[in-house]
């Protein structure tokens, strides 16, 4: 064993619920070694989710995807009996979880609260943000590192403070529609989308205590740690991440170890972090890399796929999640859900 803390989940801290990630951990750790395909009964009727109430959701927690509690259920829910399209991928039930990517944001400007409200339009259920500290330690949602590709603003983000951020014009790079739409603050955004859809929270810097300030946020906005997911580049932010909550299901953004490497000690550290899923860029992603992952217990997300035709590919290799700029295109063609205006 490499930890022996089980996660204190918010409805029972207590001793039965630290055995049961024990014997999940001690699973998932099994299955790393022995290659043996899980035999919960999750598994063995091919559900591979937490479902309350069914297979594995009564006893212990499935191994695959068990980052997602809730997750795929409510988003698979909310899409029931889709009609196969053309490109639809051969099992509409399984397809992918789809990531709305900064919000809408080939039509909207990124990480604004207009790109999330475009994005819940359109029917997506999940979306991803992008998080770094101001200078006075807030964090907000902003992709580069600089602040001249997306505002008219110059020089580094973390060079400034909220107040002056506020007044900087966040939207007219992308079209004078969106002149005045300012960056949010995280708490914004979780109380914009609050209720509308899950958030998946990337990461981006790895100083300054931004773990505390990303779950003070979540506290403060009254968001439940098992509706959200964090995803970050930086190893030693999932790590901590999972230390200081771990309910809090965690995504490590990975290149894939090259053909020909032994992938089985970056595997092992992926568990050690207690990581439940791995993001790869999807032109990376090998059939071996995703096996692998799922041999191990991990959910395995592609990033960012626009294209009709290469996301009925990655959903028919098995992926769990499909991170795209285009949801309302995602949804028509893997989920079958026509969204006016679409163009493949």
């Given at each position: 064993?490499?930890?022996?803390?089980?996660?204190?989940?918010?409805?029972?801290?207590?001793?039965?619920?630290?055995?049961?990630?024990?014997?999940?951990?001690?699973?998932?750790?099994?299955?790393?070694?022995?290659?043996?395909?899980?035999?919960?009964?999750?598994?063995?009727?091919?559900?591979?989710?937490?479902?309350?109430?069914?297979?594995?959701?009564?006893?212990?927690?499935?191994?695959?995807?068990?980052?997602?509690?809730?997750?795929?259920?409510?988003?698979?829910?909310?899409?029931?009996?889709?009609?196969?399209?053309?490109?639809?991928?051969?099992?509409?039930?399984?397809?992918?979880?789809?990531?709305?990517?900064?919000?809408?944001?080939?039509?909207?400007?990124?990480?604004?609260?207009?790109?999330?409200?475009?994005?819940?339009?359109?029917?997506?259920?999940?979306?991803?943000?992008?998080?770094?500290?101001?200078?006075?330690?807030?964090?907000?949602?902003?992709?580069?590192?600089?602040?001249?590709?997306?505002?008219?603003?110059?020089?580094?983000?973390?060079?400034?403070?909220?107040?002056?951020?506020?007044?900087?014009?966040?939207g007219s790079w992308k079209n004078a529609a969106y002149a005045g739409e300012t960056i949010p603050t995280l708490v914004e955004f979780l109380l914009a989308v609050k209720g509308k859809l899950r958030p998946v929270i990337e990461i981006k810097g790895k100083d300054r205590e931004i773990e505390s300030q990303v779950i003070r946020a979540l506290r403060q906005a009254q968001f439940p740690s098992e509706d959200v997911m964090i995803f970050s580049f930086h190893y030693q932010v999932v790590e901590k991440i999972a230390r200081l909550d771990p309910a809090l299901p965690t995504t490590w953004l990975v290149t894939p170890p090259e053909a020909g490497e032994d992938a089985g000690p970056f595997f092992r550290r992926a568990l050690e972090a207690r990581v439940s899923a791995l993001g790869v860029s999807h032109d990376k992603l090998t059939p071996s890399f995703l096996r692998r992952a799922h041999e191990s217990g991990l959910s395995l997300f592609v990033w960012t796929v626009n294209d009709a035709q290469r996301m009925v590919q990655l959903a028919n290799m098995g992926v769990d999640g499909v991170i795209t700029d285009r949801p309302a295109l995602a949804l028509e063609v893997l989920r079958g859900q026509a969204t006016a205006g679409v163009q493949p």
């Open positions: 064993m490499l930890r022996t803390t089980g996660p204190v989940l918010r409805s029972a801290a207590n001793s039965t619920v630290q055995a049961r990630d024990e014997k999940r951990y001690e699973h998932r750790q099994e299955n790393l070694v022995t290659r043996r395909p899980c035999e919960c009964s999750c598994c063995r009727h091919g559900l591979h989710r937490e479902v309350p109430g069914a297979g594995c959701g009564d006893s212990y927690t499935c191994p695959m995807l068990r980052s997602h509690t809730g997750l795929l259920l409510i988003a698979l829910a909310s899409c029931a009996a889709p009609q196969v399209l053309p490109l639809t991928a051969a099992s509409p039930a399984a397809a992918p979880l789809i990531i709305a990517h900064r919000g809408a944001s080939a039509e909207a400007p990124e990480n604004t609260l207009a790109a999330y409200a475009l994005a819940i339009e359109q029917g997506a259920l999940l979306a991803e943000c992008d998080i770094y500290l101001t200078a006075d330690g807030v964090p907000v949602l902003f992709h580069d590192s600089d602040l001249e590709r997306t505002t008219n603003g110059r020089g580094p983000i973390i060079n400034f403070s909220l107040a002056h951020l506020k007044e900087l014009d966040a």
